[in-house]
């Protein structure tokens, strides 16, 4: 299970329209996060589950978030 920051970060995507699908645990990833934009949306995001510091993944999740350009609120 991921440490709050993540989860929270999540939770953000999911709420500005990303759909997360979970690996299964397979190697380090925990999720991908697909963009609302479809096919011209932006690249898949590889969710860390347990990185060594889950504020920076937090972060980095939050920052791809703000980059794209086809959340729930611009469409």
Do not use: D
């Not at 500005?16 to 932006?42: Q, V």
């Amino acid at each position: 299970m991921p440490a709050k920051e993540i989860l929270a970060a999540i939770r953000e995507l999911e709420a500005a329209g990303w759909r997360i699908k979970l690996t299964g645990g397979h190697a380090h990833a925990y999720a991908i996060a697909y963009c609302p934009g479809g096919e011209r949306g932006c690249k898949p995001i590889n969710i860390n589950g347990t990185p060594r510091v889950p504020e920076h993944e937090a972060a980095w999740i939050r920052k791809a978030l703000a980059r794209c350009g086809h959340t729930r609120e611009q469409q």
